[in-house]
């Protein structure tokens, strides 16, 4: 890490019935970037209570804030957790105007999780686009009709603002923000030292398009997920699929449309399109190769329906996630 950057100060929002690791996941991250850096530490880190004393999060933990909203210093950035607390609906009024202050003179101001409530409740969200946990994005998007929730998202920056989704998707979110920071080395050694697996970007979708079939799948319908993941690189047709669960095609199409909510090419499509992002970061096999892995017959295909769904080619994609 290069010790030549400026120390920048970050605030992190603590309050009753927080969500613990949307708070001391990101906490880690940046403390893991000042225990790696090789001169003074990029950042001075705070933990603010909305009041002097002790906050206990949702889970029971009892967290000591440094300082309150009332004598915390100046903030480069400002980090908002989530947890049931922020979705109550019963934010103090001083709270929101100490928001609005900060929100006046910090560089980023950041939820996650359903911080994202909490900071719409200041207004400064009217507009923008804003990601937050999937299972509340379409209440938060009812609450808060001014903003564009997008639910399927990681995380994203509109501006200053930035929001993630649940719990892990925070820690992504300041992974990315240390690649701001510090580059793209400094991020990739923090993720080492926390021995996460990979860094997610944000347009990746918070859980896996498998997963998330087999939350809306049971018996013959489930297993046929992981019948499509054994057979990605074949011909795989309605026919072949219906056969899997022994209903007739005809059948089989409306079952699969009713159970999934999408049509059978488009599922199939996200599943090839996931599996090669894990094979591109995973192995160095060709991207031609690849692409034929999962099923795609031409690699120029491949690229086309990669660029449409990640916005960059499998080669950059590559580049910028594989260890």
Known sequence: MNP???????????????????????????GAANALAPGMPPYD?????????????????????????????????????????????????????????????????????TGAYMLAATGLLDGRRVATHWRYAEDLARRFPAIHVEPERLFLRDGRFATSGGLTAGIDLALALVEEDLGAAASLAVARYLVMYVTRPGNQ???????????????????????????????????????????????????????????????????RLEQACMRLTRDRASIDRIASSVGFRSADVFRRAFRARYGVTPGEYRERFAR
């Not at 004393?53 to 949702?58: D, L, M, Q, T, Y």
């Not at 087999?214 to 026919?239: C, F, N, P, Y």
């Open 45 to 113: 880190l705070h933990v603010i209570g909305v009041r002097k004393g002790v906050v206990r999060a949702e889970n029971g933990l009892a967290l000591l804030p440094a300082c309150s909203i009332e004598d915390a210093p100046p903030l480069d950035t400002l980090l908002i957790p989530g947890g049931v607390g922020s979705r109550l609906g019963h934010v103090d009024p001083p709270l929101l105007a100490w928001l609005r202050r900060q929100a006046d003179t910090a560089r980023r101001v950041v939820s996650v999780c």
């Open 205 to 271: 979708a918070q859980f896996s398009a498998p997963l998330a079939a087999q939350a809306k799948a049971t018996g013959r319908m489930g297993a046929l997920v992981d019948w499509l993941l054994a057979h990605l690189d074949g011909d795989i047709t309605s026919e072949r699929m219906a056969e899997q669960v022994s209903m007739s095609p005809r059948h089989f199409r409306r079952v699969f449309a009713d159970t999934f909510g999408t049509s059978l090419a488009r599922f199939v499509g996200h599943l």
């Open 4 to 30: 030549s950057f400026p120390v920048k100060t970050v605030g992190l929002l603590a309050y009753d019935d927080m969500q613990a690791l949307d708070l001391t996941g990101p906490l880690d991250v940046f």
